[in-house]
């Protein structure tokens, strides 16, 4: 499957985006999907994970501050990021695996990510 994220940009803290991935590749509705983030000298680390009939899983520190959906028809996953942190900035990936996991060994996909970048 391929991936390729979109939506990232700049914006002061409190605010909002929505980033996309798009999935190609006729498998992805078996995949469970999840954002990812990796800020400058830090890990990656998992954000949000949601499988095919849309269950959910969030880290602790993005929890009630985002939201991840998935719309099967058009093979896209969103996430949705409300009241934006400056410790938010960061590059965001999507990923695809089979796991119900936030741990990025268990992701063999990735797209190519766009950068998010919260200003105080």
């Known amino acids: 499957v391929q991936l390729v994220e979109s939506g990232g940009g700049s914006v002061q803290a409190g605010g909002s985006l929505r980033l996309s991935c798009a999935a190609s590749?006729?498998?992805?509705?078996?995949?469970?999907m999840a954002w990812f983030r990796q800020a400058p000298g830090k890990e990656r680390e998992g954000v949000a994970l949601?499988?095919?009939?849309?269950?959910?899983m969030f880290a602790h520190s993005v929890k009630g501050r985002f939201t991840i959906s998935r719309d099967n028809a058009k093979n896209t996953v969103y996430l949705q990021m409300i009241s934006l942190k400056p410790e938010d900035t960061a590059m965001y990936y999507c990923?695809?695996?089979?796991?119900?996991?936030?741990?990025?060994?268990?992701?063999?996909?990735w797209g190519q990510g766009t950068q998010v970048t919260v200003s105080s």
């Open positions: 990923a695809a695996g089979w796991s119900w996991s936030l741990l990025k060994r268990d992701f063999d996909y």
């Open positions: 590749g006729d498998t992805y509705s078996r995949y469970r």
């Open positions: 949601i499988d095919f009939p849309g269950n959910t």
